[in-house]
């Protein structure tokens, strides 16, 4: 192997350089806060288009643990709504496994929350943070690995950028880069770094909806030969469903005049809450899933979707996220305690085996579930329903099948005992 070349003579701008500022990027930042590493997340789009995407997601008790160990969710609470239950069914199959805050001993199963107010308040947070600096918008265009850091060349819009990316005439020189820039992630592809996955034969369509009815905290999962489709209770009152569908129904669900959408909707949905609404927009995406063979190489870490995606049947994509970053995080203060090299590949590495296993366990579990009950083969189709019946009968195995869905199987980071 070419040795590395020898790093410039100059000190490092900043101990960590995040390049992605989304939830888990701004994650990563806020829980190294306390740490006494110095941060700089470079974000490609302004804060205020950022924060405005649509999106929602459920957040899983491992999730909310995170956010309370950063010192977050406190803000986050109020502007979120939780689930207690969560219902479980193959189609209009009359076996219903029902989830349940007892079978996990809590107060509830999780949360629902907007993309904007997560983001928002993450922001808000590190606006306090003094050594979290950000570089936005602004776009990396190249890296240069040396033994000692990084060097990474930023490109800005003059009109747009501050005064701090206007004034770099230099690259950053940063011990430790970390790609958090997304599933085309550009910092993943510079590093050389493959991955391996698969286009599924559907997409998802994401509408809100105001039911007639109150929605009782209950989040509903169905799967449906084409596809599954989910019910998220959030705030005011509303729903967001996600309904997975092949390519060309999902598009056509989409171009369909509102009336007509609401009647296939109500037929999917059932009349468990009565008349339904339209809110807003619909939209669609593909469904993906993708897996990195590394999730580190020299002087660099990769997390969220910029090392794996899922399908996002059980809601895992955004909390493996955050975990990985809350994980990371922990690596990262315990190695600079202890006086290591942050981006050494010795410290990278445990990072590295505390997550990697642990998200291709949860992809394998989404692709499962997705390819097993999207199955019209007659003896699949027994062997789920059997399975369901055992779900709902069997207490230890539904609170096992609980305790994986909502993270809090494996190895838990400890963000409290940072600060």
Not at 345 to 354: I, P, T
Not at 375 to 400: E, M, S
Not at 406 to 415: D, F, Q, T, Y
Request: glycine letters at 8%.
């Amino acid at each position: 192997m070419t040795p590395l070349p020898e790093s410039p003579p100059m000190d490092y701008d900043y101990d960590v350089a995040i390049v992605g500022g989304g939830i888990v990027g701004a994650t990563l930042a806020a829980a190294l806060d306390g740490s006494g590493l110095k941060v700089v997340i470079i974000e490609g789009q302004p804060h205020s288009t950022a924060v405005a995407k649509g999106q929602a997601y459920a957040l899983h008790l491992s999730s909310i643990r995170i956010l309370e160990g950063i010192g977050v969710w406190d803000a986050i609470a109020p502007q979120v709504e939780y689930f207690s239950q969560v219902h479980l069914s193959d189609g209009n199959y009359p076996s219903v496994v029902k989830f349940k805050p007892k079978d996990l001993k809590t107060a509830v199963l999780g949360y629902v929350a907007e993309h904007r107010v997560l983001l928002k308040e993450l922001l808000d947070f590190l606006k306090t943070c003094e050594q979290v600096d950000w570089l936005c918008p602004a776009r990396v265009t190249a890296t240069h690995y040396h033994s000692r850091g990084v060097d990474i060349h930023i490109e800005s819009n003059q009109d747009e950028a501050p005064d701090a990316v206007n004034r770099l005439h230099r690259p950053l020189h940063v011990k430790l880069l970390v790609g958090a820039d997304g599933a085309r992630s550009q910092v993943r592809q510079q590093a050389g770094i493959t991955t391996q996955g698969w286009d599924y034969w559907q997409s998802c369509l994401v509408a809100t909806i105001a039911p007639e009815k109150f929605h009782n905290h209950i989040a509903y999962e169905r799967f449906w030969p084409s596809g599954p489709f989910a019910i998220l209770p959030i705030a005011n009152n509303q729903c967001r469903i996600v309904w997975t569908a092949p390519h060309a129904q999902a598009q056509a669900l989409l171009e369909l005049e509102e009336e007509p959408f609401i009647e296939l909707l109500q037929q999917r949905y059932g009349n468990q809450m009565g008349k339904l609404s339209l809110v807003g927009r619909r939209f669609i995406f593909p469904a993906k899933w993708m897996h990195s063979k590394h999730y580190i190489a020299h002087r660099l870490a990769l997390v969220g979707d910029a090392a794996h995606t899922c399908h996002p049947v059980g809601g895992q994509g955004l909390n493996l996220g955050i975990r990985d970053a809350a994980a990371l995080a922990q690596v990262l203060h315990t190695a600079h305690q202890t006086g290591q090299d942050i981006g050494h590949l010795k410290v990278l590495r445990q990072y590295q085996r505390w997550r990697r296993q642990q998200n291709l366990l949860a992809l394998g579990f989404t692709d499962l579930l997705n390819r097993v009950f999207s199955n019209r083969w007659p003896l699949v189709v027994q062997v789920r329903r059997l399975g369901l019946k055992g779900l709902q009968r069997i207490a230890p195995i539904r609170v096992l099948a609980l305790r994986f869905m909502a993270g809090l199987i494996g190895r838990a980071p400890k963000l409290a005992q940072q600060k």
